[in-house]
T-cell receptor, first 117, second 114 residues
Framework: DAGVIQSPRHEVTEMGQEVTLRCKPISGHDYLFWYRQTMMRGLELLIYFNNNVPIDDSGMPEDRFSAKMPNASFSTLKIQPSEPRDSAVYFC???????????????FGPGTRLTVL | KQEVTQIPAALSVPEGENLVLNCSFTDSAIYNLQWFRQDPGKGLTSLLLIQSSQREQTSGRLNASLDKSSGRSTLYIAASQPGDSATYLCAVSLIKAAGNKLTFGGGTRVLVKP
């Protein structure tokens, strides 16, 4: 398996522009997570999906952020409009639920480094 | 609210020395605890996962212990090598959570000097 795939790997944009980050989870995994990593705040969970349905988006910082999962093999995280404080590395991760209904090991993608000028 | 702390934030050791990395968490009602490794500019790689019913897990030179009652986990890396240089993060998953959230510590940046 190729693992979790994210694109683009690097994105540089100007303030006010729309940014779309993409993720392809590991085939067969039913959980998908979006995280943001910054020096100041560390690694934070933004939103996660189970079977393509958003379960908890309490970590999404503002209405400027939105995430979708139209099918089991694709998810997007959109920022519109982008601001300099959104500059961070955004990770996507996927996992397979255990028998008890909770997830075990999460597998991370390589991340997208976003710079908003 | 679950808080996860890793001390120290950075650690430098000579090659061959054993590494001891600490992780503490405030809510003992965890489902599991994971240790991850992150190399510069890369994603996270899961090293070990300890279920709440377990006290330790081992993989090669790595051994992780879990003491839920005291809210602590320790990752031991035996006979460290320069290739072990990376940032190590611990993360916990709560039983009480409505879903399956991982709360991460800030990480310990490790440098193993040849």
């Amino acid at each position: 398996d190729a693992g979790v795939i994210q694109s683009p790997r690097h994105e540089v944009t100007e303030m006010g522009q729309e940014v779309t980050l993409r993720c392809k989870p590991i085939s067969g995994h039913d959980y998908l997570f979006w995280y943001r990593q910054t020096m100041m705040r560390g690694l934070e969970l933004l939103i996660y999906f189970n079977n393509n349905v958003p379960i908890d988006d309490s970590g999404m910082p503002e209405d400027r952020f939105s995430a979708k999962m139209p099918n089991a093999s694709f998810s997007t995280l959109k920022i519109q409009p982008s601001e300099p404080r959104d500059s961070a590395v955004y990770f996507c991760a996927s996992s397979l639920s255990s028998l008890r209904g909770n997830t075990d090991t999460q597998y991370f993608g390589p991340g997208t480094r976003l710079t908003v000028l | 609210k679950q808080e996860v702390t890793q001390i120290p934030a950075a650690l430098s050791v000579p090659e061959g020395e054993n590494l001891v990395l600490n992780c503490s968490f405030t809510d003992s009602a965890i489902y599991n605890l994971q240790w991850f490794r992150q190399d510069p500019g890369k994603g996270l790689t899961s090293l070990l996962l300890i279920q709440s019913s377990q006290r330790e897990q081992t993989s090669g030179r790595l051994n992780a212990s879990l003491d839920k009652s005291s809210g602590r986990s320790t990752l031991y890396i035996a006979a460290s090598q320069p290739g072990d240089s990376a940032t190590y993060l611990c993360a916990v998953s709560l039983i009480k959570a409505a879903g399956n959230k991982l709360t991460f510590g800030g990480g310990t940046r490790v440098l193993v000097k040849p």
